[in-house]
Structures are given as structure tokens and as C-alpha cells.
């Protein structure tokens, strides 16, 4: 009984000298609450590792709750960028205007915009892609790997895992963000709706690039 009493009050003492820098650490990492990223710290005895993925599987349940929630709000933002020569339009849609208001909603979308100019992304997820576009990529990596003489065997192995890289890089959502190569850009927005309560949805968007031919030739 007496071991009992020290153990729990060593883990009491421990939960309560959860340094600052630490819990700011958390914070940056995952952009929780501060007294839930105390907490998470608490549950984890201080470790790091452990406390992020509390965090990240407790935001992701959050995500998950409001992901069917109707997003009419919001705003579209622009972006213009090297001295002209690459243009974004972004649509980022709400449940609410007070959250479209929002510094932090705001600061989000502009990110986007910039994440957008720099890595080119075609659409906004999976969902958007036509099936004839991973068709029609697929055919191009599979006469690839076909000239490069691969046996048999290894052949679809190689064209899906080329196909799924050449989809992460096209799609914003599953793009890494420009930032923090730790993350993706899913990871961020999931992080946004967590910490605003709302459900959050990048609708769509225009990038232009000068001397850029789309895909209607124009």
C-alpha cells in the first residue's frame, strides 16, 4: 500500500512539473489547445511521440463528427505570385461567417493559396480526379516500365506505386505541405477544423501560370 501511495505521488508530481516549453513544443506540432496538449503530456509522462498521436487520433474523431455538416459560409481569396506571373483563386468554405472572419481561417486559406502557387496542384483530392486521368496516366508509366525492360512480376508493383506518387503530387489535399514536410496539407486543414469546431472544406480553385497552356488549349 505505501509502494502504492509513492508511485502515485511521484506520477502526480511528474503531471504537475509538465514544463512550458514543452507543452509549447506540442503545440506547434499539432496546433491543439494548450490544456489539451498539457494533458496529452500528462497522460504520455512527458513523451513527446506518444502525446502527439493522443492529440492527432482526438482531432481526427473531431474532424470525423463534423465532416457530414453543410459548409454554405466562407470567402474567396487571391493570390498573386513571383512579380506577377503566377495567379491563385481559392474558395474556402464554412459552416458559419464568424469562422470565415477568423484570423486563423483566413491565415489557413492564404497558406493554401501559396501552397497552390508553388506546387501546382491539379485538384483538390482523389474525389475530384476522372477516372480517364488515372487511366491515361496509367497507361503512360505502364509503356514506361514496359521499355525499361522490368520482369513481369514487378511490373504492377511498379506502375501502382508510380501511379499513387504522381496522385499525391497532383492532389492539394494529399500534397506535402510546402512548410513542414512532416505534414501534408490534409494534415493541416484536419487541424484548422479541430481547433475551430466547424467543419471546413476547400471547395475549389484557379492557378495561372503566364505562358501556360490549360486543358482546353487556351
Given amino acids: ?34 490544456l489539451d496538449c498539457k494533458k496529452a503530456l500528462e497522460e504520455t509522462d512527458g513523451n513527446i511521440e506518444k502525446a502527439v498521436e493522443i492529440l492527432k487520433i482526438k482531432g481526427l474523431s473531431k474532424v470525423d463528427k463534423k465532416s457530414g455538416r453543410d459548409t454554405s459560409e466562407g470567402l474567396i481569396f487571391s493570390y498573386i505570385h513571383a512579380g506577377g506571373k503566377i495567379g491563385v483563386m481559392l474558395e474556402v468554405n464554412c459552416e458559419t461567417d464568424f469562422v ?21 496542384p491539379k485538384f483538390v483530392s482523389s474525389d475530384n480526379i476522372p477516372g480517364n486521368y488515372v487511366e491515361d496516366e496509367r497507361r503512360i508509366i505502364q509503356a514506361q516500365v514496359d521499355e525499361q525492360g522490368k520482369k513481369p512480376e514487378f511490373t504492377e508493383k511498379i506502375v501502382e506505386g508510380k501511379l499513387n506518387k504522381i496522385l499525391e503530387e ?11 514536410s512532416k505534414l501534408k496539407v490534409r494534415d493541416l486543414l484536419n487541424s484548422l477544423i ?10 475549389r480553385f484557379v492557378r495561372y501560370q503566364i505562358g501556360e497552356v490549360d486543358q482546353n488549349g487556351e
Avoid: W
Avoid at 497532383?170 to 513542414?180: F, M, N, S
Fill in 170 to 180: 497532383v492532389c492539394l489535399l494529399d500534397q506535402v505541405y510546402i512548410r513542414d
Fill in 194 to 203: 479541430a481547433k475551430l469546431g466547424e467543419n471546413i472544406n476547400i471547395a
Fill in 100 to 120: 470565415a472572419r477568423n484570423d486563423e481561417f483566413q491565415d489557413f486559406s492564404k497558406e493554401i493559396c501559396m501552397q497552390i502557387a508553388a506546387s501546382a
Fill in 1 to 34: 500500500m505505501q509502494r502504492m501511495k509513492i508511485r502515485k505521488s511521484k506520477i502526480h508530481k511528474m503531471s504537475q512539473d509538465i514544463p512550458a516549453s514543452l507543452v509549447k513544443e506540442i503545440r506547434d506540432k499539432t496546433s491543439a489547445p494548450l
